[in-house]
């Protein structure tokens, strides 16, 4: 497209399909704020609102005692269980600093494979709750496919065999076993919990290609009081 | 069963018949050692055989709080069994260790798990979930524990960690199985043969390594998809932020807080010069983790007393700086399977024999190993292989080395002068000299092993690393015994329990101290099992006032899982009951009053002490005034030891000819079984 051409076209970016959007990049300057504005519009002409929160995590803080975990399992489902966890830590207690570890939180993706392949909008977006990408159990026919739409491993989307619907990470939007109010004006059972810090809410949306938008340094100056790197 | 799986796993390895034994028939004795010493009265009915007699049965116990969110309590599990390590009797005996191992039992539907008999074969227990096998091992006979747990990781998933694994359609885990293994030490029937999980985490003392071996059983492994049910989860997220919020470290402002028993300010305890880079690593649900993994791999999950190991022959070598071979020895101790206190004492002992010109190549005692590599890696592996494969004069070691001086014809002349340090049971000596720190001592010899229970360690550690450091201790003596005798329920507000002056430390105040102890680690740390390393909190450096958690937090944590209504209190008076139950077992096994002594040297040679071990420092009342006072340069008189264990097993209502327990005691305990079993066996204190 030539540059005369842009000038012409009023871009919308409340209404603008990803594939135009791709091929405006690099042509036309997007100011600061306007990616939480856009509103996608998929090929089936549905809107997906980007979420208005997110978590960020730093693997070389984490001290793997899967409190995330297990505080996630219990303000969601009442219940102490890793596989109903809604954020995943893996480690492997052979391997070295800092490969031993990874943290797989949900990334409330901007362009959601799962919310686009739910068949009844079960994983959608819900509006109400600042647009967390999130499970409406009663619509859910546990169909699967958002668990393998996920493109991260492990999938973020998960199976929940006692209810045989799927799951995800809501930012505690909807925690019945918490007092404290959460979702993204309010807090996060991992990041209470995490006992270093090591889990941070953000509501700014995270760079989407690669890890670095998502897995940051936490760390700080204190870090070096307890002996360890900071950097 | 609010916090419990509701089964625990019987294996009987003779026959290989796997059954179940259902939780709610031992419900009354909680968790962990409580449930372990109740089965082990029920199924073992002769209590006195060897601890390598099939009829033995080791019980590997989960709590109620394992699995679950509370803060330095979700992650220990439990073994008891007759041991093999102390002598001269065998006792019946506990060990513990954190990591995942009983988090991931609970997932898979168990409480616990009961192993009985001697598989015919090498043999490994494969759990996932509800479905159990008995496994053939020989492949991972003879492998190191590393190894060992890394083949079994590939078995259960040949497709790796990292994403996924599924057990079965519907039931998934990101996690890798938690195991728990034996490695060569154990397999050639070490006394000193430890059980490993993971990379660090070591159930230690009692020989339990050498027991599994004796029974041909290699390792357990466990993957659980499964749920445990919290009574108020509201309540226990409140808790575990409460506490952590209040009492546990602030990142902004790092001090000693929650736990400061070192009066460090760092939670990681190793005594090693630290790596270049590393992580803090934690077990399951700790609110403050002690361990690391390191950016070489090294010295992954190792604590405490196995980073002592070999720093400082490393140091020595090396003209003061330490290398590598600090960290490799470490692990060279978990890989082989092997007792780091034995271990380390052991080469103390060795060392100074070969000073002597006693032991060494050519020597009276014979022994390859080359003293001239003492501090390279070389060495320790040539060390511990001579234990790991009863190789030389490490079938000697292997026997653990109050054993091996028997063997030698030194055990009287070592024990006299203290070089063999091995004060309590024939166990080596924790490093909290009974002449100093009598708590410690006196637990361990009216028990059956180095207690291990740091409760009363702080005593020690805040004042002496204060004036060692030059400075003023705080808070002063006499407000630190005030706020500690307060949590001292049910013998509360007597300071006097903490004053270990030397005319007061035969007293009937310090037997109510030991009295304690015993029954808040019976209970609280070793049925519930919180953990040692951060509980009981009596002093937080954070908290106006010092006032730890303890008293508070035990119960409201235990309550909100489970939804039961024990106070602290009735935690005590549980913890009575399973030291009772103990000690009747220790009676059937031929415990006599005049057994309860310790080493010749405890009450001859004056404590001297080590290194800042040398400025020994506890609070005492001398001359009408509270003050830290310094302990060294004291040994035990055996006479007025007698007469506290007078005084003890009086407090206790034990029989104080023989230290049974009485009738009465045991019948207002509900222990009337008991008291019928050891009247039969003309065992019943009169």
């Not at chain 1, 686009?116 to 499970?135: F, S």
Request: glycine share 10%.
């Amino acid at each position: 497209m030539s540059h005369q051409e842009n000038k012409k076209e009023k871009i919308d970016f409340k209404r603008i399909s990803r594939r135009k959007f791709l091929k405006l990049t690099g042509t036309v300057a997007i100011g600061a704020g306007v990616l939480s504005e856009i509103v996608w519009l998929d090929d089936a002409i549905a809107a997906i609102p980007a979420s208005k929160g997110y978590l960020l995590v730093d693997t070389k803080k984490c001290q793997g005692c899967l409190s995330c975990m297990l505080a996630c399992s219990l303000v969601h489902e009442g219940k102490e269980n890793l596989s109903l966890s809604r954020i995943q830590v893996l480690q492997n207690s052979f391997a070295k600093f800092p490969d031993d570890l990874t943290m797989a939180q949900c990334r409330q993706c901007v362009e959601p494979p799962c919310v686009e392949v739910c068949p009844q909008k079960a994983l959608h977006v819900d509006t109400k709750k600042g647009n967390v990408r999130t499970v409406d159990v009663k619509k859910c026919i546990g169909c699967k496919a958002c668990i393998q739409a996920c493109p991260f491993e492990p999938g973020r989307a998960l199976w929940n065999p006692d209810k045989k619907s799927a799951m995800k990470c809501d930012l505690c939007s909807d925690a019945p076993f918490w007092i404290q109010k959460g979702g993204v004006k309010g807090k996060q059972a991992c990041v209470e919990v995490c006992p270093l810090n090591a889990i941070q809410f953000t509501k700014k949306i995270p760079e989407q290609k690669g890890d670095t938008g998502y897995k940051v340094n936490l760390r700080g100056e204190s870090w070096k009081k307890l002996g360890y790197p900071k950097d | 069963m609010n916090g419990y799986a509701g089964k625990i796993l019987r294996i009987d390895l003779t026959d290989r018949r796997i059954s179940t034994l259902y939780t709610k028939d031992y419900e009354q004795w909680v968790g962990g050692h409580g449930m372990g010493s109740a089965i082990f009265w029920d199924l073992v009915k002769d209590k006195a055989v060897s601890g390598f007699d099939p009829r033995n049965i080791v019980t590997i116990m989960t709590s109620p709080l394992s699995g679950t969110l509370v803060p330095g309590a979700s992650s220990r599990t439990e073994v008891q069994g007759i041991g093999v390590q102390s002598s001269p009797i065998e006792w019946f005996t506990r060990s513990n260790f954190g990591g995942r191992f009983s988090a991931m039992l609970k997932y898979a539907g168990w409480d616990g798990i009961v192993i009985e008999g001697k598989a015919d074969k090498p043999v490994w227990v494969d759990i996932r979930n509800e479905d159990v096998k008995i496994r053939d091992a020989r492949h991972l006979w003879g492998l190191d524990t590393w190894k060992t747990q890394e083949e079994i990781w590939r078995d259960v998933s040949g497709r790796g960690y990292g994403s996924w694994v599924e057990l079965d359609p519907e039931r998934r885990s990101t996690q890798r199985p938690a195991v728990l293994t034996i490695g060569p030490a154990g397999e050639n029937l070490s006394r000193t043969g430890c059980l490993i999980h993971d990379a660090g985490n070591a159930s230690g003392q009692g020989g339990f390594g050498g027991i599994w071996g004796s029974k041909k059983l290699k390792a357990i492994s466990v993957i659980g998809t499964g749920s445990i049910a919290i009574a108020d989860p509201k309540g226990l997220m409140e808790a575990r932020l409460w506490a952590q919020g209040k009492y546990s470290m602030d990142l902004k402002n790092i001090d000693a807080s929650w736990f400061a028993r070192f009066g460090r300010k760092r939670p990681q305890i190793t005594f090693w010069d630290p790596h270049e880079s590393a992580r803090l690593q934690a077990c399951i649900g700790c609110h403050l983790g002690c361990k690391e993994r390191s950016d070489t791999g090294y010295g992954n999950e190792s604590t405490c007393e196995e980073t002592a190991f070999y720093a400082g022959y490393d140091k020595a070598k090396h003209g003061g700086k330490q290398t590598s071979a600090a960290y490799i020895a470490t692990d060279l101790l978990q890989k082989y399977g092997i007792n780091s206190y034995e271990a380390t004492r052991g080469l103390t002992y060795i060392r100074a024999l070969q000073r002597m010109g006693v032991l060494g190549r050519g020597k009276r005692l014979e022994c390859d190993l080359d003293f001239r590599k003492l501090g390279e890696v070389e060495f320790a592996d040539h060390y511990l292989k001579l234990i790991a494969y009863r190789q030389g004069m490490g079938d000697d070691f292997a026997e653990g080395f109050f054993r091996a001086a028997k063997r030698w014809g030194r055990l009287e002349e070592d024990l006299k002068t203290g070089v063999l340090h091995y004060s309590y049971w024939g166990l080596p000596e924790h490093g909290y000299d009974p002449r100093a720190e009598v708590e410690w001592g006196y637990g361990s010899i009216l028990g059956d092993r180095d207690i291990n229970e740091h409760d009363f360690n702080f005593l020690f550690w805040w004042p002496s690393g204060a004036v060692w450091a030059n400075k003023t201790p705080k808070p002063p003596a006499e407000e630190v015994v005030k706020i500690v005798a307060e949590k001292l329920v049910p013998y509360e507000k007597n300071p006097l329990m903490l004053d270990f002056s030397t005319d007061n430390i035969y007293s009937e105040h310090m037997a109510k101290l030991v009295a304690w102890h015993r029954h808040y680690t019976r209970f609280w740390k070793q049925s519930v099992l919180y953990c040692d390393h951060r509980w009981p909190e009596f002093i937080n450096s954070k908290i106006p006032g010092y006032k730890g958690l303890t008293g508070e937090g035990e119960p409201r944590f235990f309550n909100a899982v489970t939804g039961k209504k024990f106070s602290f209190l009735d935690g005590m008076e549980m913890g009575r009951k399973i030291w009772n139950l103990d000690n009747a077992i220790w009676t059937l096994q031929g415990r006599q009053r005049d057994m309860v002594h310790f080493s010749d040297y405890i009450y001859h040679v004056p404590f001297a002490g080590s290194g800042n071990y040398a400025m020994y420092y506890l609070p005492g009342k001398e001359k009408g005034r509270w003050d830290y006072i310094r302990v060294n340069g004291r040994h035990l008189d055996k006479a007025k030891f007698e007469e506290f264990k007078t005084r003890f097993y009086n407090l206790e209502g034990w029989d104080s000819r023989t230290g049974w327990p009485k009738k009465g005691t045991l019948e207002s305990l509900g222990l009337k079984f008991v008291a019928d079993e050891l009247e039969k066996n003309k065992k019943l204190g009169a």
